[in-house]
Each structure stands twice: as structure tokens, then as C-alpha cells.
């Protein structure tokens, strides 16, 4: 299973069915979940709205991966370094006006990240 969280609006997502599903239908089981089914009506998406009052948001971005799907290299990097920027174990010394960063000054960031942590995020 693969989880996808957006920060910008705050929603999660858990892929169940693998790769690319065409969806066909969904019903908001309780509020703000949403399952979503395929043509054939089985599950293959559970959505989450306002995911950050169900989990903390570190966690979410820190285990999520990209949504499956072609994204352009900008917001790859920009998910890259919200993972990199929520690690509690990563630390960088100081204290960034992330605002300020160029998408090639965060995706810096995220090669050393993954040069020192061993973990792969930019494709």
C-alpha cells in the first residue's frame, strides 16, 4: 500500500490497488473518509481530509510517496523537501526562510538529505 499527502490540503491518500486505477465510484464512510472502488467495485483509494488532525503531519509526508503518475520535476521537489523538512531526525543547523528557496536550492537540500540518510526521493 503506498500513501500520498498533499500539506497544501491536507488530504492523504492510501493507494490499496496498485498502479493506475480508473475509479469509479466513492462514499464518505464517516466524516472525511472517502472510499473510493474501481470499475469492477473494488477498493482502491481511502481518502483523508484534514489528515493532520488524524495523524501528525511528519509522519505523513515523512512515510508518504509521490501520487503515482507523472508530476513535473518542480513538485516532485517540492514534496521531497516538505519530507525532508518534517524528518525530526534531520536536522540542518539552521533555521531557513523556506519561502526564499529556489526549487534548485531545495532540490540541493534533498540530495544531501538522501546522500546522508540513505533514502531515495527524487527520482
Known amino acids: 500500500m503506498l500513501v500520498s499527502y ?3 490540503v ?3 491518500v492510501l493507494y490499496v490497488a496498485p498502479g493506475q486505477v480508473s475509479l469509479e465510484s466513492g462514499e ?3 466524516p472525511g473518509v472517502i472510499l473510493h472502488y474501481d470499475r469492477e467495485g473494488r477498493l ?3 481518502e483523508l481530509l484534514e489528515a493532520s488532525a488524524r495523524h501528525p ?3 505523513l509526508l515523512r512515510y508518504s510517496v509521490p501520487p503515482p503518475g507523472p508530476v513535473s520535476e518542480a513538485e516532485e521537489v517540492e514534496w521531497a523537501f516538505d519530507v525532508v523538512m518534517s524528518d525530526p531526525a534531520y536536522k540542518l543547523g539552521a533555521t531557513l526562510k523556506v519561502a526564499e528557496l529556489s526549487t534548485e536550492a531545495k532540490k540541493a537540500i534533498v540530495q544531501v538529505y538522501e546522500r546522508t540518510t540513505g533514502r531515495k ?3
Open 44 to 46: 482502491a483509494q481511502i
Open 6 to 8: 498533499d500539506p497544501e
Open 28 to 30: 464518505e464512510v464517516a
Open 57 to 59: 503531519r511528519a509522519s
Open 121 to 123: 526521493l527524487l527520482g
Open 10 to 12: 491536507d488530504i492523504a
